[in-house]
């Protein structure tokens, strides 16, 4: 029982560190941009930067509770719904809410749903099909497609900024 609550809290911490370096490696810098290059009024982008993090801080809330139920639940064997739907609920609605702000800003279609969107569709498939499941394959699953999808955004960002075609550039002597 100690052992399963152990892992449980290990997973959660790779989900954690996924869900971080998502919003601040990847969606701030996408928000940012967005809100420089707005042509929108400044305060209609700074109110829909702002008021959009309330669903964020909602969904690491039920993030939160949610994982305290995985925990408890870890003894039991498989995640009760109400545990399985706040911590999945939670970590799809933190998703969504960044991509909305995100291409809000941006005005981009791409960048409300890739890569974001299909990681959200599959921790909420997680949520609603994984009632057979126990707390440490829920936990784990999720974690493990929350690092995927940091993955996939460092593979996508790399080849966005690497320049094509253009040849080195030559050293100059003084």
């Known amino acids: 029982m100690v052992c399963a609550r152990v ?3 290990a997973s959660r911490s790779r989900g954690g560190a996924a869900l ?3 919003y601040f490696d990847f969606a701030s810098r996408a928000a940012r941009g967005g809100l420089l290059r707005s042509v929108r009024s400044g305060a209609l982008a700074r109110n829909v930067y702002s008021w959009g993090h309330f ?5 690491l809330t039920l993030l939160g509770a949610g994982t305290e139920l995985a925990i408890l639940d870890s003894a039991d064997g498989t995640l009760g719904s109400a545990a399985r739907w706040a911590l999945c609920g939670g970590v799809a609605l933190y998703i969504v809410a960044i991509c909305v702000i995100v291409a809000s800003l941006a005005r981009s279609a791409r960048a409300l749903w ?3 969107g299909p990681t959200a569709m599959i921790v909420v498939g997680l949520a609603a099909f994984g009632g057979s499941l126990s707390a440490l394959v829920v936990v784990a699953a999720l974690a493990g497609v929350l ?3 940091v993955l996939l955004e460092i593979v996508l960002g790399a080849a966005a900024e690497a320049p ?3 040849p080195a550039a030559e050293p100059t002597t003084a």
């Open 7 to 9: 892992r449980v809290r």
């Open 20 to 22: 971080w370096w998502s």
């Open 114 to 116: 890739w890569p974001r």
């Open 55 to 59: 669903p964020v801080a909602v969904g």
């Open 147 to 149: 690092v995927a999808q």
């Open 164 to 166: 094509e075609g253009q």
